[in-house]
């Protein structure tokens, strides 16, 4: 499995910007992928996750309303688009990816950053005040 990420940049606040994961070797009957971001100094958070099988796609509930996650009718690349974009949303921005067919435990929570066993680089944003 291999991820690469794209579409970073830099971009003043209140822009836009959409990220592109590049994915070879994913199977998604029984994987999902999902976006990240690490800012300077803080650990690394979930954004949104989508899978092969046709469900809604998840989002951590401080991402849900300017963030929108899809798939390419091939399914190899994942976007992340993101809307009105704030200096904090700075950081770099990673794609990673599940061996199982979900983006949540059946509590609903989205699965920790641990359970991702698959990453490519990441991509800078950097939002200007």
């Known amino acids: 499995v291999q991820l690469q990420a794209s579409g970073g940049g830099l971009v003043q606040a209140g822009g836009s910007l959409t990220l592109s994961c590049a994915t070879s070797g994913i199977t998604w009957s029984y994987m999902a992928v999902g976006w990240f971001r690490q800012a300077p100094g803080k650990e690394r958070v979930a954004i949104s996750c989508?899978?092969?099988?046709?469900?809604?796609?998840a989002y951590a509930d401080s991402m849900k309303d300017r963030f929108t996650i899809s798939r390419d009718n091939s399914g190899d690349t994942v976007f992340l688009q993101m809307n009105s974009l704030k200096p904090e949303d700075t950081a770099v921005y990673y794609c990673?990816?599940?061996?199982?067919?979900?983006?949540?435990?059946?509590?609903?929570?989205?699965?920790?950053?641990?359970?991702?066993?698959?990453w490519g680089q990441g991509t800078l944003v950097t939002v200007s005040s």
């Open positions: 990673g990816a599940v061996p199982t067919p979900a983006c949540t435990y059946r509590s609903g929570d989205f699965y920790a950053v641990s359970e991702f066993e698959f």
């Open positions: 989508i899978t092969g099988t046709g469900g809604q796609p």
